[in-house]
């Protein structure tokens, strides 16, 4: 069969001395990964298992909302930003409405800030809970996934009751809000405070002290404060980096300058700390719902003189908001028009995700997904 | 430092440094030459009083009536707490900027994002690839002039149209009046 000995013919390759000559490989991670939580694409380059190089392709979900925007009015835009980062609809709204009514110079009743801030809380949470679950979930933790549904079902029940709505809520208008609180939802609100934050212990039960957990996230995926801010990533990542820069606290908006909270921050900037920041912001986030129970007015929710076509005077202006990922913020052109001469979106997907080239080599493959995972962004939010 | 601030201190540095300043809403703007473009952002950055350390976002509006495209870097500094816009006009067509991406990082993908969709060049830009569209398309959407797809498709009664209100051509498929319609006298 074979001609000659065993063995003949075949070259033999003698790697040079020392080292043992490796080849890099390129490798393609997405579009369709459950760790991306949509469509992006990773392209690594890989020597061994170690990430030499890595390109993130993003544009899959790009649906050109800063060009629809130009389209349309500014009651119609708050329905449109509703969709670019879906896990939290509310924060991006109260965005927009803010920026109109800053530029307007309208008055917004208290009553309706302080439900606009009990929502913007209720939805943090909501967002952080999908995150806190599918963390676990790529790390191979099955529970905290089934954990994290059973709660956000409970808020998103709550937010439904006031809103309509269940992922879009479309509440917030221009100067006010689509409608009041019905009633007993304080009440309910106020249990659901105590029932969340008695169940969060069943997540730090589950991860925070798991040997596992911390076995593949402790040290994975390092990233220092000054080159998060190089990059413009905000945050819970940015704050996991040690910097305690947070909109609500710096240049407070609606009255987060009523209440009291804290900013948490991490000591290394791994993933072990991204996650562990999420976790205490939901605390700090029940901390805050608690004080506007306390707090929220009896009176309107929409001034008693509105202007009957809404049109911002002329000029630009930049307004952020903390969002749930980070800086969410909107930068509007208006010409005195009743519809922008344009829009630009600030999502903070969209600055987190372009650290990845920096975060990603150095690392492992089987780490790949524990530190892509850790920087929680919403594709949606990336491409817009 | 309040705006007025900052742009004393930037003309205070280099007259150069500032060919117009504005404030509007109580936020700051700065229009800087092109050949200073660089040196006035590491200056922002460097500087200790400005420490402009976060590079927020990068974008560009366009302004079809002077034939402009304003290019607009919003900076933050997270230790000083203060804004700035940092702007600079090109002419729509063949207009670039020399890149910031080797004073911050972030401004990388924000001026790829800005090129492909307005069409500004960035000057020594170490990537400038296409960001979130194929690679294959063609135009710059964000320009005024780039008609909303389905609005090129099918026009909308009622409409709002992005661009001025005149230019936008005939929906796709429809010919002209002159061509379908019979001419007077003539059978159908």
Not at chain 1, 211 to 229: H, W, Y
Not at chain 1, 267 to 283: A, C, K, M, T
Not at chain 2, 1 to 18: C, G, N, R, W, Y
Not at chain 2, 25 to 36: E, L, N, T, Y
């Amino acid at each position: 069969m074979f001609p000659g000995g065993p063995g003949e013919g075949v070259e033999l390759i003698v790697a040079g001395e020392g080292a043992l000559a490796t080849e890099e490989m390129v490798l393609n991670i997405g579009p369709q990964h459950p760790s991306t939580h949509g469509v992006l694409r990773v392209v690594i380059t890989l020597d061994g298992e170690r990430i030499t190089d890595a390109e993130p392709v993003i544009g899959y979900m790009h649906r050109g909302f800063e060009k629809l925007a130009e389209a349309r009015d500014y009651r119609q835009i708050i329905a449109l930003v509703n969709r670019h980062d879906w896990l939290s609809a509310f924060g991006n709204e109260v965005g927009v409405a803010l920026i109109v009514e800053k530029m307007m110079g309208l008055e917004v009743p208290p009553r309706a800030t302080w439900i606009r801030m009990l929502m913007a809380e209720w939805n943090r949470i909501l967002n952080h809970l999908m995150f806190l679950g599918s963390y676990g979930l790529e790390l191979g933790a099955m529970t905290p996934m089934f954990y994290a549904f059973r709660e956000r079902e409970e808020i998103q029940a709550l937010m439904e009751a006031a809103t309509g709505g269940r992922l879009h809520f479309t509440y917030c208008r221009v100067g006010g809000l689509k409608d009041d609180l019905p009633k007993g939802f304080l009440q309910h609100s106020q249990k659901l405070v105590k029932l969340v934050r008695h169940r969060l212990l069943d997540y730090a039960g589950l991860l925070l002290g798991n040997e596992i957990f911390k076995k593949r996230t402790i040290g994975v995926g390092t990233l220092p404060g000054d080159v998060a801010k190089d990059y413009g990533v905000t945050g819970p990542i940015l704050q996991a980096s040690g910097i305690a820069e947070d909109s609500r606290l710096t240049e407070p908006y609606l009255f987060y300058d009523q209440v009291d909270f804290e900013v948490p921050t991490g000591s290394n900037g791994d993933s072990f700390d991204r996650f562990h920041v999420l976790y205490q912001r939901i605390e700090q986030s029940l901390r805050i719902i608690e004080q506007v129970h306390d707090k929220i007015p009896a009176g309107p929710i929409i001034p008693a003189k509105m202007p009957k076509t809404i049109k911002a005077p002329e000029g630009n202006y930049y307004l952020r908001t903390e969002n749930s990922l980070g800086e969410c913020g909107y930068y509007m052109v208006s010409t005195g028009d009743k519809r922008p001469w344009r829009m630009k979106m600030r999502t903070p997907s969209f600055s987190n995700v372009s650290m990845i080239p920096y975060l990603l080599p150095g690392i492992l493959v089987p780490d790949l997904i524990a530190v892509l995972g850790s920087v929680f962004f919403v594709v949606g939010d990336v491409d817009r | 430092m309040t705006p007025e601030e900052i742009v004393a201190h930037l003309q205070e540095v280099d007259a150069s440094f500032v060919e117009r300043s504005d404030i509007q809403f109580g936020q700051g703007s700065v229009w800087i030459p092109r050949d200073k473009w660089v040196a006035a952002a590491t200056h922002l950055k460097a500087c200790g009083r400005c420490r402009f350390d976060m590079f927020n976002f990068m974008s560009g509006v366009d302004w079809p009536d002077d034939d402009q495209i304003e290019v607009v870097a919003h900076l933050y500094s997270v230790r000083r707490q203060h804004h700035l816009n940092m702007k600079i006009r090109v002419p729509r067509e063949g207009g670039s900027v020399p890149t910031l991406s080797g004073v911050w990082r972030g401004a990388n993908w924000q001026e790829r994002e800005t090129w492909e969709l307005f069409g500004v060049a960035f000057e020594g830009h170490p990537h400038l690839v296409k960001l979130l569209l194929p690679e294959a398309f063609e135009g710059y959407p964000l320009r005024k002039d780039f008609l909303l797809m389905t609005r090129e498709a099918k026009e909308w009664e009622g409409r709002e149209e992005p661009g001025p209100p005149d230019s936008s051509p005939r929906p796709g498929r429809v010919p002209s009046p002159a061509a379908h319609a019979p001419a007077h006298g003539e059978a159908p």
